[in-house]
């Protein structure tokens, strides 16, 4: 009770201190907006979102109790504050997957969208009545019915920057809904998403002048980047205000100097400023930073530019949101993938990553937020593409540089650190990424026993997922290097940090453990998860898709031992029966699905390709039974790794050979298709001669094509056979295969080998 109360009066005396110092600044930007008390002058705007600024600063720098102070001060007025506020809860949703967290950061969002409508209602209303002539008038442009217009619906401009904060709370509330694994969610989610889209297409049309599926077909026909070259050329360069000036939509309202408040005085020392910026490609000073350098909060209003932080935040805000939404969908499973295709959805990556990297150079409000999904993007690609045939368009050197320099931002922030560890790995310094996670959790153990002795327990968030996403990675790393009892020890660690998948935890730590030859104790903890899996459903808990493929190994096994001493299948499997009737290595078979192979060692590649070499020529086919398939797949891989592609070529096509249409494994077949059609790249990067690199080409597409047509012959029939057997609420990531996951990370791999396909012509 004493520590609560010493804690409650920490943040209370914080939060006094911080409006004390900020109650004047607040008076005296009220005060300016006299002639329209219901809407803020353009100085509370530029000051609310410079707070909201700091705000996100701190959170990204783990000082989350001064960043929960920022926002709770003027979350109720502020919709800055207020999606400020939500954000917060919404990375802890999507970084932890529980489902307190997840309606916490609903009630957020809905509460931060309502806060921005009101205020977008209230400009759309002045605007209304300012209205001079026609000439001034605006068709709306968030307008979602094409086909009817709307007279009677005006904005101007001013109305953007609400409109734009009320998208990102749809977009971030869908996404959240495609969490809750349901059918009704996933539709309310397809629903939110598609009006979110058509904001920003309106929004993006209005800041460039053209419609984003023009905009991303230029820039994939040409070689230049033309926000590349608009950089280039400053002088020539529109800033925000004139591109909305010169744009069709809202030409006719920009007859007025600063009549909106997008507008921005173009002085020469500006000018020269911005031309030695992008002269020495370096970033723009951030807007706080500006302010803090120009003036005090006091006198804010009377000496900054307040329209250069609205311009910043609202151009920013739109390349972050049509970029991010882009790749949101680019990444979306197949079977939600064809659902939205049926709403006239389209996305580029290329133009995503594009749009992101320009909101992260602008520096506003929306940067870090840019820099972020980047960087999230780029580190978890090593789960879909071989490091070799990343497409140009994905630049592991442009990540480094961005990573860096949010680390020189951010030092404290344990975010930053976890995306170096995971992009060590995509660089091939995985022993460095490992490395870097230790040591930035034991800082962080050190930090909260320190904290603990001043005082216990924080009531505000400190993103504990983080520390369990380290952990994880570093896991993965260790099993990389072959250190399978220190991995063994980091995972089952994680059961105890995390309750993603306590299964499917155990699973992977009983792996090292077999690994690491102790197939005694592994044999115990192997049979361990088939009740923790039964605990579960008990609860009335759904499973996984890995937890499903986790418990039908398990039970293949069970079903080997029975085949071959005649004994029940609820048996136990004890060391030299678990040793005899495992015959595709656990651990392989999850370094392969996790695209591991690429990262393992030359002498962990020879180990591998002798043991299945000598297993192929020692058991019989009874023996191996349907695995001889996986079999070759894993063996080809690593031939692969190893250099020689001709017996790389000759295993894999093996593997499709051996398809055995009783085999539980349905995966391996459309993955032996894309491994042909991966070495068929690797091969193209080793030749020069042109008529053979075309027939290479031809046939990675095909091989492409066969894989993606297997996938969905395999769905097909999946769901016609369980037709009569599903009921109205399953859920639609449930399948008795628990192949699902592999499946849609296979989906993300062929399209972005097609990219590097692309790259070759």
């Known amino acids: 009770m004493l520590r609560q109360l010493n804690n409650i009066?920490?943040?209370?005396?914080?939060?006094?201190?911080?409006?004390?110092?900020?109650?004047?600044?607040?008076?005296?930007?009220?005060a300016s907006s006299r002639d329209d008390p219901a809407l803020p002058s353009p100085q509370l705007i530029a000051y609310w979102i410079t707070e909201t600024q700091r705000g996100l600063d701190a959170f990204f720098n783990d000082e989350f109790e001064l960043a929960q102070i920022i926002f709770l001060q003027h979350h109720e007025e502020s919709p800055f504050h207020a999606v400020g506020f939500a954000l917060i809860a919404y990375v802890e949703a999507m970084l932890g997957f529980e489902t307190e967290k997840i309606l916490t950061a609903l009630d957020r969002i809905a509460a931060a969208e309502v806060l921005s409508r009101q205020f977008a209602k209230k400009a759309r209303k002045r605007s209304w009545h300012n209205r001079k002539s026609p000439e001034d008038e605006l068709e709306d442009p968030f307008c979602l019915d094409e086909k009817q217009p709307q007279p009677n619906k005006r904005i101007k401009t001013a109305e953007i920057q609400y409109e734009l904060?009320?998208?990102?709370?749809?977009?971030?509330?869908?996404?959240?809904?495609?969490?809750?694994?349901?059918?009704?969610?996933?539709?309310?989610?397809?629903?939110?998403?598609?009006?979110?889209?058509?904001?920003?297409?309106?929004?993006?049309?209005?800041?460039?002048?053209?419609?984003?599926?023009?905009?991303?077909?230029?820039?994939?026909?040409?070689?230049?980047?033309?926000?590349?070259?608009?950089?280039?050329?400053?002088?020539?360069?529109?800033?925000?205000?004139?591109?909305?000036?010169?744009?069709?939509?809202?030409?006719?309202?920009?007859?007025?100097?600063?009549?909106?408040?997008?507008?921005?005085?173009?002085?020469?020392?500006?000018?020269?400023?911005?031309?030695?910026?992008?002269?020495?490609?370096?970033?723009?000073?951030?807007?706080?930073?500006?302010?803090?350098?120009?003036?005090?909060?006091?006198n804010m209003p009377s000496s900054c530019d307040s329209f250069i932080v609205i311009d910043n935040a609202i151009e920013s805000g739109i390349f972050f949101g049509t970029g991010l939404f882009s790749l949101i969908f680019s990444l979306l499973p197949p079977r939600v993938n064809r659902i939205l295709?049926?709403?006239?959805?389209?996305?580029?990556?290329?133009?995503?990553?594009?749009?992101?990297?320009?909101?992260?150079?602008n520096q506003g409000l929306y940067s870090s937020l840019s820099a972020l999904s980047l960087l999230a993007y780029y580190t978890n690609l090593s789960l879909f593409i071989h490091p070799q045939l990343l497409p140009n368009s994905l630049s592991l050197e442009n990540a480094r540089q961005t990573l860096d320099q949010m680390k020189t931002f951010f030092p404290h922030g344990k975010i930053w650190k976890l995306l170096e560890g995971k992009l060590c790995k995509m660089e091939g310094k995985t022993r460095r990424g490992v490395e870097i996670l230790r040591d930035a959790r034991r800082r962080d153990n050190t930090r909260q026993q320190h904290k603990k002795k001043e005082g216990g327990k924080s009531n505000v968030t400190e993103l504990a997922q983080l520390q369990a996403l380290a952990v994880y990675e570093m896991g993965w790393g260790q099993i990389f290097l072959g250190d399978y009892f220190q991995a063994a020890e980091t995972f089952f660690r994680l059961e105890s940090m995390n309750n993603w998948s306590r299964a499917f935890y155990h699973y992977i730590a009983t792996c090292c453990m077999f690994a690491d030859e102790e197939y005694d104790k592994s044999a115990l903890e192997f049979m361990q998860i088939p009740s923790i899996l039964k605990r579960k459903r008990h609860l009335g808990g759904r499973l996984l898709p890995n937890e499903i493929f986790a418990e039908r190994k398990i039970k293949h096994w069970k079903s080997k031992r029975h085949q071959l001493y005649g004994t029940t299948e609820e048996s136990t499997l004890d060391g030299y029966s678990l040793k005899r009737v495992v015959v595709v290595h656990p651990l392989w078979e999850l370094i392969y699905l996790w695209n591991g192979f690429s990262q393992l060692t030359p002498n962990t590649l020879q180990h591998m390709k002798q043991t299945i070499e000598g297993n192929l020529a020692t058991l019989s086919k009874d023996e191996i039974g349907s695995d001889m398939s996986q079999l070759y797949l894993l063996l080809g891989v690593s031939v692969r790794e190893l250099g020689d592609y001709d017996l790389a070529d000759m295993y894999l096509r093996q593997s499709i050979w051996y398809e055995d249409p009783s085999s539980e494994d349905r995966w391996v077949i459309p993955h032996a298709l894309y491994e042909m059609a991966a070495l068929c790249c690797f091969q193209l990067m080793q030749t020069n001669d042109a008529n053979k690199q075309n027939l290479l080409y031809k046939d990675a597409h095909d091989w492409l094509q066969k894989s993606e047509k297997h996938l969905a012959h395999k769905h097909h029939h999946h769901h016609h056979h369980h037709s009569h057997h599903s009921h109205q609420h399953e859920s639609v990531t449930s399948d008795n295969t628990g192949d699902s996951d592999w499946d849609s990370r296979l989906h993300v791999r062929c399209q972005l080998l097609i990219e590097k396909l692309e790259d070759f012509q």
Request: aromatic letters at 8%; charged letters at 20%; hydrophobic letters at 35%.
């Open 9 to 30: 009066s920490r943040l209370t005396t914080s939060s006094i201190k911080y409006a004390a110092n900020n109650t004047a600044a607040l008076v005296g930007l009220s």
């Open 165 to 298: 904060l009320a998208t990102n709370c749809m977009l971030m509330s869908s996404t959240i809904q495609f969490l809750r694994n349901s059918w009704i969610e996933y539709m309310k989610a397809a629903y939110k998403l598609r009006k979110a889209y058509k904001l920003y297409e309106q929004m993006f049309e209005s800041l460039t002048g053209q419609k984003a599926s023009e905009y991303a077909h230029i820039l994939k026909t040409t070689t230049a980047d033309p926000l590349f070259e608009q950089q280039q050329q400053p002088e020539n360069s529109p800033s925000l205000s004139s591109l909305l000036a010169n744009s069709t939509h809202v030409k006719s309202s920009w007859t007025e100097k600063r009549i909106s408040l997008f507008h921005i005085p173009t002085t020469t020392s500006s000018r020269k400023s911005s031309l030695d910026s992008h002269k020495s490609n370096k970033l723009k000073r951030r807007p706080m930073s500006n302010l803090d350098s120009l003036c005090s909060i006091e």
């Open 341 to 361: 295709n049926t709403l006239g959805f389209h996305s580029s990556r290329p133009f995503a990553l594009h749009l992101l990297q320009r909101s992260f150079k």
